[in-house]
């Protein structure tokens, strides 16, 4: 039997590219050369798609973009060729893909929107699907449906931009009403890795933050603070399910921000949390059952609070291609659940497939 031919995209216009960059080289550095013929497929800023072929060590530092070796890419909708049409000097030759994982975070990235492409031309690829990827994508819809559901979610309100330009003190005063006390965390609806997201401890801090946010997205959401720990859960799998061990963080700064997440080493992980064992094991069934609820697939990371004092658990978002950098919680929990980094993606590969 021959190799199967894995595209491997990362960048894509989105606020969080530099974050793919750094977990599509890990991801290359640790996919099975034997099993795989391996197509390195970067998406500029701007939206260009190129295959690269130069030195893995370019991709997170940027370099990639500029390798005199890349050449451009052309998409056929033809899913007949499923694969891409690569421009060799004005010549067009077919590359067949057989699966592709979308290395990739945040808008037009796990939003549903690359999904919805590859569904278009008929090629498998690893992770969600569009309705799932877009839903937990939107911060608000997975609160909404987590409500429906049962599941215990930090009280929230939500509103557009145009409504908050259109009566800024409506919206002000309906937030307090609705969430109910300070610290209340202000967030895009529809970002990852924090980008954008604020602590807000009084009015004026609300407002800053939500003028923070709409730069991200139109629709914004705010939040209750919990005080509790940070729990993270990594679910693997299509309809029987792994549930990792559950891993605890605790950022370096008043939350786990896009600068503690990426950029600073002062976080600290503990894996196995520091949460009792029948509390962890009730993470883990609120992560499966909130998993198939979002029918999600392939592979999500289930992020949770446990509050002080009650260990009420509450959940807290739903993220559809979890970072897969050296340090990102995803791949730790997976290879202390007893599935290390290369299994890890062959199984993830095995799963697009069968979806």
């Not at 998406?43 to 370099?63: N, P, Q, R, V």
């Not at 945040?106 to 839903?135: H, W």
């Not at 290879?335 to 290390?340: A, H, L, M, P, Y």
Request: aromatic share 10%; with cysteine; net charge negative.
């Amino acid at each position: 039997m021959g190799k199967i031919n894995v595209g491997i995209i990362f960048g894509g216009r989105s606020s969080e590219h530099e974050v793919s960059l750094r977990s599509a080289t890990s991801i290359i550095e640790n996919i099975s050369k034997e099993k795989y013929n391996v197509y390195l497929i970067g998406i500029t800023k701007e939206g260009k798609w190129l295959l690269f072929s130069g030195d893995i060590s370019e991709i997170a530092t940027g370099k990639w973009e500029k390798n005199n070796k890349n050449k451009n890419i052309l998409i056929s909708l033809n899913p007949e060729i499923r694969g891409i049409m690569i421009d060799d000097g004005g010549r067009f030759t077919n590359l067949r893909l057989d699966v592709v994982i979308p290395a990739m975070h945040g808008k037009n990235a796990e939003d549903g929107v690359i999904q919805g492409f590859f569904e278009t031309i008929g090629i498998p690829y690893v992770g969600c699907r569009v309705l799932s990827s877009a839903v937990c994508m939107d911060k608000v819809c997975t609160n909404i449906i987590m409500d429906y559901f049962g599941i215990d979610k930090a009280k929230f309100h939500w509103f557009d931009r145009r409504d908050f330009e259109a009566n800024a003190e409506k919206c002000i005063n309906d937030t307090e009403k609705a969430v109910g006390r300070y610290p209340m965390f202000v967030k895009p609806a529809n970002a990852g890795s924090s980008v954008g997201i604020t602590k807000a401890k009084n009015r004026e801090e609300l407002i800053l933050g939500i003028e923070k946010a709409i730069k991200e997205d139109s629709k914004i959401l705010i939040e209750e603070g919990i005080s509790g720990k940070e729990i993270e859960c990594a679910v693997l799998g299509n309809y029987e399910l792994t549930a990792s061990v559950v891993g605890e963080i605790v950022p370096c700064s008043e939350f786990y921000d896009y600068d503690a997440k990426y950029l600073s080493s002062d976080s600290r992980l503990y894996i196995p949390a520091r949460i009792p064992d029948d509390i962890s094991k009730k993470v883990r069934e609120i992560a499966k059952k909130a998993y198939k609820i979002l029918d999600c697939r392939g592979l999500a990371r289930i992020d949770f609070f446990v509050e002080d004092g009650t260990d009420k658990i509450y959940l807290n978002e739903c993220n559809t291609f979890p970072g897969f950098t050296s340090i990102s919680m995803y791949p730790k929990l997976m290879e202390e659940t007893g599935i290390k980094f290369t299994d890890l993606i062959d199984k993830l590969i095995t799963l697009a497939k069968e979806k």
